[in-house]
C-alpha cells in the first residue's frame, strides 16, 4: 500500500530533550516535506526536500533540522525542545515539484508535546 | 510574501445546504491551488487541485472550486453537503517551481444532520 508513515505517533517530552521524528514513503517521490499545525494557524511549512541531499527552509525552520540521506527518508530532528514546539507535525511526499501541480500524500501525524 | 486567507473560519450549515468556502491568495507569479480536507483524526486528502487549463475544477465527493485569477481567489463549493462532509478545510498555494507550500488558517465546517 502506498503511504507515509510516521513515528512516534504521539510523543510527551521534557525541554531540552533531543529528539526525532521519523518520515519514511514508498512510493518513490523525489519531494518531501514537514509541516506544523497549529489552532487558527493552519499548516505552515517547516522544511522540504526537493531530491536527496537538497533541503531548504520553509516558513518556521527555527528550531528543526532535517536530513535526506535516501530518498524514502525525512526525519525531522529537534535538538532542544521547548514547549513552543508542542503541536502536531505532519510529513508530506509528492512525486515531484508542487508548481506543476503534484499533489502531495500527508502521513497520519506526530502530536509532540514538550513540557 | 505570499499568503493565503480563508475568510471564514467556522461554518455551521445544515444537511442540505449549498456550501462556499472562500480562499484568497497574495502571489503574483503562476500559482497552483489546492483544497485539502481534514476529517477528524485523520490526515489531510487532497479535495482538489487547479495546475492549469479550465479554471472550474472538479473533485472529489462532490466538490468544485473556481479560479478567479483576477479576484486571487479559488473558492471552494458544494451544491448540497452532507453530515459526513464535517471537517476541516485548507486552501493551499503553491509557487512556481518551488517546494514551498503555503496553506491558509483552515475553515471548520460542522453540517447539521
Same mark, same amino acid.
Given at each position: 500500500e502506498a503511504q507515509v508513515t510516521q513515528n512516534p505517533r504521539y510523543l510527551i517530552t521534557v525541554t531540552g530533550k533531543k529528539l526525532t521524528v521519523t518520515c519514511s514513503q514508498?512510493?518513490?517521490?523525489?519531494y518531501m516535506s514537514w509541516y506544523r499545525q497549529d489552532p487558527g494557524l493552519g499548516l505552515r511549512q517547516i522544511y522540504y526536500s526537493m531530491n536527496v541531499e537538497v533541503t531548504d527552509k520553509g516558513d518556521v525552520p527555527e528550531g528543526y533540522k532535517v536530513s535526506r540521506k535516501e530518498k524514502r527518508n525525512f526525519p525531522l530532528i529537534l535538538e532542544s525542545p521547548s514547549p513552543n514546539q508542542t503541536s502536531l507535525y505532519f510529513c508530506a511526499s509528492s512525486f515531484?515539484?508542487? !508548481?506543476?501541480?503534484n499533489e502531495q500524500f500527508f502521513g497520519p501525524g506526530t502530536r509532540l508535546t514538550v513540557l | 510574501a505570499q499568503s493565503v486567507s480563508q475568510h471564514n473560519h467556522h461554518v455551521i450549515l445544515s444537511e442540505a445546504a449549498s456550501l462556499e468556502l472562500g480562499c484568497n491568495y497574495s502571489y503574483g507569479g503562476t500559482v497552483n491551488l489546492f483544497w485539502y480536507v481534514q476529517y477528524p483524526g485523520q490526515h489531510l486528502q487532497l479535495l482538489l487541485k487547479y495546475f492549469? !487549463?479550465?479554471?472550474l475544477v472538479k473533485g472529489i465527493k462532490g466538490f468544485e472550486a473556481e479560479f478567479i485569477k483576477s479576484k486571487f481567489s479559488f473558492n471552494l463549493r458544494k451544491p448540497s453537503v452532507q453530515w459526513s462532509d464535517t471537517a476541516e478545510y485548507f486552501c493551499a498555494v503553491g509557487s512556481g517551481n518551488t517546494g514551498k507550500l503555503i496553506f491558509g488558517q483552515g475553515t471548520t465546517l460542522q453540517v447539521k444532520p
Open positions: 514508498n512510493m518513490n517521490h523525489e515531484g515539484r508542487l !508548481g506543476v501541480g | 492549469s !487549463g479550465d479554471p
